[in-house]
């Protein structure tokens, strides 16, 4: 798996490079009209009010491509990633492999307000799914290989490694264990090392000069900034959202939703250039708190405006760079209004807007890790931890007690789809036999005969079970039989009850964890196991059945919801008066 992982993000890497050659050929044909594939921006063009044809004619182009390619292209990657791991066994359509990335190239490269990284993150986890449909593997081993794709290519776009790790917990693997952090890790360092060796060594966002750790007073308010930009991710999430469902209410085909939206963002991108493509470039000026703030504020509105109908429309793109742009600028603005009227707290408009940036996403998608490390591994600001800490755990509170679902979730939860918000160690993993088992048990003698023993269960009304264990005379476990074996028409009454025995015999020990007893009884399709003796071989000292299993789940729910305290202050109050006062009367017997 760990091979497989490190070949699938040497290829995404590659894939990487290749897409954003695509972004800026697309991009220099549409806006400069030259073909070429060196860095190029939207900004600059001469097209005047054409400029809104651009967008338009990009829309159209990825309609067609979602109805006669894959409807799957549109949106932003991470939702449908998530909807296939949880309710498609980690298949992905193969055809997304090469579909999404020339959808996303046409749409950013006309003037998509979007990143790379979300096609990207579509592409690779379309690529680790393929080669996982292709090998004789499990569903899980699928499931690791779509997470390294996907991760592997934010990897290779951004050079952040380890926030891929985290975003592969939080978003993708919905676990964290070796068997899938591995595999998973492996990929994103390869990706990473795919960065440095097709883009750049330094970092993504390159800051002027160290960030200085802030004073309490400083902590303070970009903890206060985290909390308002909490609660505007959330106004953000529902807009979007809005904006989508407006046009699922349009009376026209949604093939033709993109080009309806390219119309919006060639409108606002006439009047605010900066608002087209990509826009790695806008996110390294807001970080450098040298722009005029009605510059600030312009990018700030107009990005929101065009991102949201162009990703409502349903068109390819991703939504990392846009959200990372309205919170960095929105940072800056929270800041400048600090700064102006509590100089003291010692606020920085770079600090503010790597704040608000974080802050944003981590409200937004509520990859609280993710959002964190991201930061710091794409400025290498290490002096920024504490603030963004405090900001985007403020804001991750706001959001998770406002909003139900997020930006990355809110669409796959209307389907129907839930979503996991928490990672705990399995109960029946921390649960083992001996803490459960029952000594007493239902046992049948391989020496009865067939009458004999349905005799004896026609007895016995309490037992329900659909299986029986059989052992000898000295209690030694020789296998187990069905009921409907047992009450077979076509036995003789008088055959002992042995010779019905046809499955191999399973068992299981008390310290095997309660997961372990749950995997053998579902592999062997029985309710029933003996539990045998480590001193004497086959002696059986209890029976497992899996209303034992249920129970167990008993325990967790009393370790999350019942509320005792294990020391009373009023009793030891109590004690230590009458200690008190037992001193009192020996001091005055002794006076």
Known sequence: MASLSVLIAVAISFIAKLLIYLINLFTSISFHGNFSIEPSTPMGNSLGIFVIAVPTIGGIIVGLMALYGSKAIRGHGI?????????????????????????AAVSIGTGGPFGAEGPIIATGGALGSTLGQVLKITHNERKILLAAGATAGMSAIFGSPIAAIFLAIEL????????????????????????????????????????????????FAYSIIGILIGVLSVLVTKIVYFIEDSFEKMPVHWMWWPAIGGVGVGIVGYFAPRTLGVGYENITDILSGSLPLQVVVSLCL??????????????????????????GATGVIMGSGVMFFFPEAGVTLPLAALVGMSAMFAGASRALLTSIIFALETTGQANALLPLLASCIGSFFVSFFIMENTI?????ARRGVKTPYSYEPDVLEKISVG????????????????????????????????????????????GIISSSNLFSLHHNTDLQVGVLIKRSPVSIGLDHSLRT?????AKENIDVLPVISKEKENAIIGILSYKDI??????????????????????????????????????????
């Open 435 to 478: 803490q459960v088992i029952k000594e007493n048990g239902f046992v049948l003698s391989e020496d009865i005969t067939v009458q004999e023993a349905r005799t004896w269960i026609e007895k016995e009304p309490e037992y329900k079970g659909n299986y029986f264990i059989i052992a000898n005379q000295e209690g030694e476990y020789k």
């Open 172 to 219: 993708l693997l919905f676990e964290f264990s070796p068997r899938s952090i591995i595999p998973v890790a492996l990929a994103c360092i390869t990706g990473a090392a795919g960065h440095h060796f097709l883009f750049e060594e330094g970092p993504v966002f390159p800051m002027q000069g160290i960030i200085e750790t802030p004073s309490n007073i400083g902590l």
């Open 79 to 103: 939702p449908e990633a998530m909807e296939q791991i949880l309710t498609n066994q980690s298949r992905i359509k193969p055809s997304i492999t090469f579909l999404k990335p020339l959808s």
């Open 517 to 521: 007893a749950a995997e053998v009884m």
């Open 302 to 327: 107009l990005k929101f405006v065009s991102w949201a109908i162009a990703l409502g429309s349903g068109t390819s793109g991703g939504t990392l760079a846009p959200l990372l742009t309205i919170g």
């Open 550 to 591: 249920i129970a167990a789940f008993k325990y967790n729910i009393e370790e999350h919801e019942q509320r005792v305290p294990n020391i009373s202050l009023k009793r030891h109050s109590l004690k230590i008066l009458l200690r008190g006062q037992n001193l009192l009367t020996a001091i005055k017997r002794k006076g």
């Open 408 to 412: 990355m979730t809110e669409k796959i």
